[in-house]
C-alpha cells in the first residue's frame, strides 16, 4: 500500500506574499486538444492583470510529491498578448515585462511527459496524466501560477469538451484563491460523476472495480460526514477522483493517494478491496485538518514534523473508522497488529529523526517510520490525557482554536504546549522517541477494556527465496535458502512462481502457500516463512469475551467518545 504526502509548498507563499494586494481575478480556461477522437494534451488559457512595477513572475511547476521537474509536462509556454517573457533565475520561472497592471494572457500545453498507462511500479499518478480518454492533473504539477497575491480571487472554465465526456475538479467553488490552486485535482473524459448524500461531496470514478459505485460513494459520504462532525465544521465541497492504475501481474497490489486540502486524489489497481480503500479515503480526508487547520507545517525540513502530520493522522484513521462504525474492534486490531509486525521488523526502528530528513523520498522503510512512531505515541498520550481527564480529542480541537486565533506557531510546536494545557508533559518522549530514534513499545494494558497488549518473541520472517530477484529473472525463482523452511518444503531455484494462495507478508507464524511451476505441473508449497533470528513483538489481542457491554465500551475506547 502506498500513501502520498502533500507537501505544503511554504516556499511558494515565500516568493508570492509580497505581491502587491489582489486587485482582479485570475483565470483559467482548460481545452481538450483532440486528434482523431482521441485526447493529445490539455491547453490551458490563464488570463490576469500583472503587477503595477510592469514585472510579473511565473511559476512553472517543480518539484512536488516525491516528483522532480515538473516543469517537462508544460509544452509551448507563450505570451498571446501584453507582455514578453524572458528565463528567470531558476528553470521553472519566467518574467514578464509589461505595463503597469497590463492584462496579460498566456497560453501552454499540459502533456504527459512518460510513456504508456498510470502502473503500479510507478507509484501514484502525481505527474500529469494524457490519456487518449481521459485526463487527471494535479495543480502542482500542471498549473502554470503568476507571481501575485495569494488572495487573488480565480476562476476556473472549461471549454470544447468531448461530447459525452465529464468534468470535475475542486477548482470549481466560489471563493477560490491563488493560494489554493496548487493543492487541487481536475479530472475529465470518461470518469463517472456521483454525489453523495451530502450533495456537497462529489465522486469521480473510472474503470471497473470488485465494488459497486454505489456502496463506494456511500463509505465516501460516512468517512467525510464524520470527520465534519469532529471538527463541528459545516458541509462544504469536497471531491473525490478514484483512477485505476495498472498492475504488472494479478498478485501485485497497491492502493494510495494524497490529500489535497478539500479534495483526495485515490490511485488503485483493479484488485483493491473496499477495506483498505476505506482506511486510505479516511486517512487522506483527516489531513484536511491534521495539520493545515491545527498550525501546518514547518518552512524547511517538513519531514522532521512528519511524526506528528502522518502519525497523528494514522491514529485518527483508525479511530475515526471505528467511531462510524465502519470497522470493528477486530478490524482495528487487525490493522494495528499489522503496523505493530512491520514497525517490529523495520530495519531503520532506531533511526532518529534527522534520518527521516535526509532519507524520507528515498527509502521505504524510512517513509514509514513517522506513520508508525507517531501513532503509537498519539495512542499513548492519549490514555495519559484520559486518566487526566481529558484526552487527544480535547488537545486537537483545542490546537485548532489557538490555530484560529492566530497563534503562530507549527502545529508539531504547538503540540507539547497544548498536551501541557491538557496536564501531559509529552517533551521528553517526542526527544527519546521522536529525535533519538528510541523504540516505542506500548503499556499493557493501553486497551482495556478491549483486551491487552502482549509483547513477545518471535520468528523472523523470511520467504526462503530472493523475492527481490523474481521480476528481472522472468518470475523464475532464485536463491532458495537451503536451511529455511521453503527449501525443506520443497521449494527450488529454478521453478516459476505463479501466484500465492495464502499466508501474510511479514508474518513468520502464518503458513504461506506458493504455487509454483515445475516443469509442466503446478505445485502448491506451504510452509511457516521464518528465517534466521527473532525480534520482540507487540500485538492488540482482543478479549474473546468480548460483547455486551464491555463491546460498547471498547467501541467507546478506541472511538473516542
Known sequence: MMIGLRPLGAALA?????????SQRIEYTLTPIMQNGALQALQVDLRF????DGETELRLPDSWGGQNELWRGIEGLAI???AEMRHGDAVNLRVLSHAPNARIHVRYRVIQDWDGVPNAEQGNAYRPVIQPGYFHIIGDAALVTPGLHLATPVRVRKRGMPRGWSFASDLEHPGLALGRVWASVTVGGDYRIHRGVDRNIRVAIRGEWRFSDRSFVERVNEIITGHRRFW???????????????????????IGGTGLDDAFAFFATPNAEAQPIARTLAHESFHTWIPGRIGGMPDEGEAGSYWFSEGFTDFYTGRMLVREGIWTPRDFAEDLNEM???YAQSPVRDAPNERILADFWSDRAVQQLPYQRGRLLATIWDARLRGHGRGLD???REMRERALAGDPLKAAEMFPIVAEWGGVDVRADIETHVEQGAPVLLPEDVFAPCGRIITREVAAFDRGWNSEALRSNGGVI???????PAYAAGLRDGMVFVRRDAGVIGD???PITYVVRDGDDERAITYLPRGHGTFVRQALELDPALEGEGYARCVALIGGT
Open 340 to 342: 505493530l509486525n512491520a
Open 49 to 52: 492583470r500583472g503587477q503595477g
Open 232 to 254: 463541528n465544521d459545516r458541509s462544504s465541497p469536497y471531491l473525490v477522483t478514484v483512477t485505476q492504475i495498472a498492475a504488472p501481474d494479478p498478485g501485485w497490489l497497491s
Open 80 to 82: 498571446v498578448s501584453g
Open 508 to 510: 513468520a507464524e502464518t
Open 14 to 22: 515565500v516568493l508570492f506574499c509580497t505581491a502587491q494586494a489582489p
Open 478 to 484: 532464485v536463491g532458495v535458502d537451503p536451511a529455511l
Open 394 to 396: 480535547e488537545v486537537v
